[in-house]
């Protein structure tokens, strides 16, 4: 696993674009019209450059799969942390939806455990059908990870077929939340340290 640098940078965002184009909790966030594509991109990049600075963004070896995963006590510069709401906001959320946004991660925040631990934001791999050997090192990364930092990993996630995944590599679910007006259920998974 490497770091991605401003090297690998634009291959990791599309292997992020691609693999949420299709992710209900993805496509719950950004405004839904004739750019979702766009925004779907812009999200990725938030999400990818937010980890960069909490020294949490990976690409695999092979340059397939892309985790993003960060200690919880990392904070972002606010300067940066403020231009990148608000280019999320003017981009891919759309003002109009912004406090059922912030509504939707209040929830989110108020589910995760106070507690210091790696958090799992995204998990993408190019190939989910031949991606095996790129699952696997991700997966042992993120487990080697978290005995060296002796911190257990948390993750949610709108997609069954993840929940599942996440379960097979023993990952439990500690909550959900069934959000009924966007036809959504998420679960909350964590996996203690080894």
């Known amino acids: 696993m490497d770091a991605i640098n401003s090297t690998n940078k634009s291959r990791a965002l599309a292997i992020l674009v691609n693999a949420f184009?299709?992710?209900?909790?993805?496509?719950?966030?950004?405004?839904?019209?004739?750019?979702?594509?766009?925004?779907?991109?812009?999200?990725?990049?938030?999400?990818l450059e937010t980890s960069r600075q909490k020294d949490g963004a990976f690409i695999s070896s092979d340059q397939k799969g892309v985790a993003l995963i960060f200690d919880?006590?990392?904070?972002?510069?606010?300067?940066?942390?403020?231009?990148?709401y608000i280019k999320l906001g003017n981009k891919c959320i759309g003002w109009s939806r912004a406090w059922s946004i912030i509504k939707r991660e209040h929830t989110i925040q108020s589910k995760r455990p106070k507690n210091a631990h790696l958090y799992f934001w995204m998990l993408a791999v190019e190939d989910n059908s031949n991606g095996v050997q790129t699952i696997i090192e991700l997966r042992d990364f993120a487990y080697e990870l978290s005995n060296k930092t002796g911190l257990p990993i948390y993750a949610?996630?709108?997609?069954?077929?993840?929940?599942?995944?996440?379960?097979?590599?023993?990952?439990?679910?500690?909550?959900?939340?069934?959000?009924?007006?966007?036809?959504?259920?998420?679960w909350f998974m964590k996996r203690e340290i080894a």
Request: proline share 4%; glycine share 4%; with cysteine.
């Open 156 to 186: 949610e996630t709108t997609s069954k077929r993840n929940k599942l995944m996440y379960q097979r590599y023993g990952f439990k679910v500690y909550d959900t939340w069934a959000i009924p007006q966007q036809n959504l259920m998420m």
């Open 21 to 47: 184009a299709t992710v209900p909790g993805a496509l719950w966030v950004v405004k839904k019209d004739d750019k979702i594509k766009e925004r779907i991109k812009v999200l990725c990049e938030f999400c």
């Open 72 to 84: 919880s006590r990392k904070k972002q510069n606010p300067i940066s942390w403020l231009l990148g």
